[in-house]
């Protein structure tokens, strides 16, 4: 083998980290040394043997399916399988496959990666210039050779050129500096790789060459070739990805104002009734912070003479999924005060297929207060009418009838007799004019009037 060849073997496959198979006529024919290591069979041990011993039982069909479909002219397509190590141990690994011609017999080449640690680097290569073609040229992801001083591509595979915007033929003579589109990240990048020889999955955003943007995760890898040194470059195009991430953290964003900053009080709790989660405006409403009640049993923080009739709507809520249950209870804030809760609940399954229930919480406190206030006026007035109906009625009026000729006399209008009394306007108006024709009187005041001159009133 000429020298040059030499070199270009020692700078493309010592170098390459991930796994390298090359599968032919059915049988493995070449394994690199990484995927040696990945596996623990040494290259002697492996070959000869079909590929499908060296992956777990239960996939064996599937990966026989596969290569197949691959023999078949199918497209090709990451897929992931579970590597079965020498030791008994398992790897997971992603492989991607390509055929070749090699030498007029058919031939498959596969990249293993490790991706339980997603590391992603430039395969240490030790094979032939015809293997190397095979390998490299065919290999399904770009790879680039450049020369470290000045980014100057002195190889690409077909790959490369396209993931930039570029025919395949066009990427050598290209400086790499000229895609990374962030001279930060650029300037960066080159600096951990002057100082330690490789860069492995930086991220970094670059360019296309029309000027589109877009993310890329690559590894690079120094060498040596002809006496120059050289980057052995490998990318991912992660746009999808990092779209992804963003899509989570803007969703992760709206959950935060719809369910942390929403001024409403939310809870769920599982279908024992332990909290799960409370968003910081609830927690704040009783006194607390929400990792106080997190974790803690919900009926900590309702009065003593309600927790069992909690424990019922929530079991009778649980029981009923996608229902929605209303209940109004009263809850106990940390500093020992009451507050007056509606609460709005529906039972829903969880991700890992429990239950949990969903609960809004409304601070009615004030509104029960008001009831309060109006039922003691209510019990008051009634007391008054009891004895005014004992002193005797010429008028002949019922005891609600004179229940309201008290509050007419007191100027109140028929919406406010009917909302102090809890009856309908209707009701009330009706009253009135039974107390005018009984009376007769030809208004409300004059009814009024006569009522406490006559002494029927307090």
């Known amino acids: 083998m000429p020298k040059g060849a030499e070199e270009w073997q020692r700078a493309l496959f010592e170098k390459y980290v991930d796994g390298v198979a090359l599968v032919v006529e059915g049988l493995v024919d070449y394994l690199n040394p990484a995927l040696a290591r990945m596996s623990g069979y040494s290259p002697a041990e492996a070959l000869g043997r079909p590929p499908i011993e060296f992956v777990v039982p239960e996939e064996r069909a599937r990966l026989a399916e596969r290569i197949g479909a691959l023999l078949a002219g199918s497209p090709e397509s990451p897929s992931e399988y579970h590597l079965l190590r020498k030791d008994g141990s398992v790897l997971p690994v992603e492989v991607v496959s390509h055929l070749a011609d090699l030498g007029g017999k058919t031939a498959l080449v596969s990249l293993l990666r490790d991706v339980s640690r997603r590391k992603q680097a430039v395969e240490r290569l030790q094979e032939s210039e015809a293997r190397y073609r095979a390998i490299v040229d065919a290999a399904p992801i770009p790879i680039a050779i450049s020369r470290l001083a000045d980014g100057l591509i002195l190889h690409a595979n077909a790959h490369l050129g396209p993931l930039f915007g570029l025919p395949p033929d066009e990427a050598v003579g290209q400086k790499t500096p000229d895609f990374y589109y962030d001279r930060a990240d650029r300037e960066a990048l080159l600096a951990l790789v002057r100082r330690d020889g490789y860069v492995r999955d930086y991220e970094l955003r670059s360019r296309k060459a029309d000027g589109t943007p877009f993310w890329v995760l690559v590894s690079l890898q120094t060498a040596t070739l002809g006496g120059e040194k050289v980057l052995i470059s490998g990318f991912y195009d992660v746009t999808l990805r990092k779209e992804a991430d963003e899509a989570l953290h803007q969703s992760e ?188 009187a030809s208004s409300r005041t004059e009814a009024g009037v006569r009522a406490v001159r006559e002494g029927l009133l307090d």
């Not at 006399?409 to 102090?420: F, M, V, Y």
């Not at 108006?429 to 005018?436: D, Q």
Request: hydrophobic content about 40%.
């Open 253 to 440: 964003e709206r959950y935060r104002i719809l369910y942390e900053d929403n001024p409403a009080m939310y809870f769920t709790v599982d279908a024992e009734g332990t909290v799960l989660s409370v968003n910081r405006f609830g927690a704040h409403r009783l006194g607390y912070e929400p990792e106080e009640l997190v974790g803690r049993p919900v009926l900590d923080i309702f009065y003593a003479a309600d927790k069992k009739a909690v424990m019922q709507q929530l079991a009778a809520c649980v029981k009923k999924p996608d229902e929605l249950g209303e209940w109004e209870f009263r809850k106990v804030r940390k500093n020992g005060s009451l507050m007056w809760v509606k609460e709005t609940a529906r039972a829903v399954r969880a991700p890992d297929g429990g239950t949990i229930v969903l609960i809004v919480c409304e601070d009615i406190t004030e509104r029960k207060r008001a009831e309060e206030v109006t039922q003691e006026a209510r019990e008051e007035l009634e007391s008054r009418v009891e004895r005014q109906m004992q002193q005797g009625n010429t008028y002949g009026l019922s005891f609600r009838e004179l229940t309201v000729l008290n509050l007419v006399a007191a100027g109140k209008s028929d919406k406010e007799i009917a909302n102090l009394l809890g009856i309908s306007l209707g009701t009330a108006s009706k009253h009135t004019g039974n107390i005018l024709g009984k009376m007769g």
